[in-house]
């Protein structure tokens, strides 16, 4: 089965702080995504990666960043956290896009700004 | 612009009945469509998958519809048990692009 391991499940810190949430897949995935998950809203997707040290932009990517310096490994990072950011994040793996690839996820981090 | 939805926030229902949860989109033209289970405090775990060319797809219980006609899809469970309950996540999917998901319908089995 597809892990897809997120380095925290919660995660408390303070206004202006720079967050780094992590994760992680063992079945040698090429795409991997975040996505930020509020009540009503659905998942909405910040970023995404095709490839080692490629990235793309979601639909929402205004105050984050990624990184992708190897394969399994997919960063998230808030570079200056703020109380809107306040969310559930989830992080999703899958095979190369050749159509009708499922998602697989992470538990989430609920992470809270303070 | 393109829009998921779920035909609504929670459904409750009786122990043995069928769950039918619907998921309409529009100004979309998905190749796939996909059905995820999601229970609190948990990610998302893909249940089933459908082509735009498939009319009906089955897993044990599961029964997804498809009808790009009416840009509809409806998802049934059979002989709902209390371990159904959880939110299920409908997702568009184009080869050409993101997966879109829906918001979710939360789905409660009572004994």
């Known amino acids: 089965d597809v892990k897809v391991t997120q380095s925290s499940r919660y995660l408390v810190k303070r206004t202006g702080e720079k967050v780094f949430l992590e994760c992680v897949q063992d079945?040698?995935?090429?795409?991997m995504f975040w996505y930020r998950q509020d009540p009503g809203l659905g998942l909405r997707l910040i970023y995404f990666?095709?490839?080692?040290?490629?990235?793309e932009k979601g639909d929402i990517p205004e105050g984050y960043s990624v990184s992708r310096e190897k394969k399994e490994r997919f960063s998230l990072i808030l570079e200056s956290a703020s109380t809107n950011q306040t969310s559930m994040y989830l992080c999703a793996s899958s095979p190369p896009r050749q159509g009708g690839q499922p998602q697989h996820f992470g538990d989430g981090t609920r992470l809270s700004i303070l | 612009s393109q829009k998921i939805e779920q035909n609504s926030e929670a459904l409750n229902i009786q122990e043995g009945k069928t769950a039918t949860l619907t998921c309409n989109y529009t100004?979309?033209?998905?190749?796939?469509l996909q059905w995820y289970r999601q229970d609190p405090g948990r990610g998302p775990v893909f249940l089933l998958l459908?082509?735009?060319?498939?009319k009906e797809k089955r897993k044990e219980r599961l029964k997804v519809t498809f009808d790009t006609t009416l840009k509809q899809s409806l998802f049934h469970i059979t002989a709902s048990q209390p371990a159904d309950s959880a939110t299920y996540l409908c997702a568009l999917d184009s080869s050409a692009s993101k997966i879109i998901f829906g918001s979710g319908t939360r789905l409660s089995i009572r004994p």
């Open positions: 990666s095709y490839d080692v040290k490629m990235k």
């Open positions: 079945m040698d995935h090429e795409n």
């Open positions: 459908i082509r735009e060319n498939e």
């Open positions: 100004n979309y033209s998905p190749a796939y």
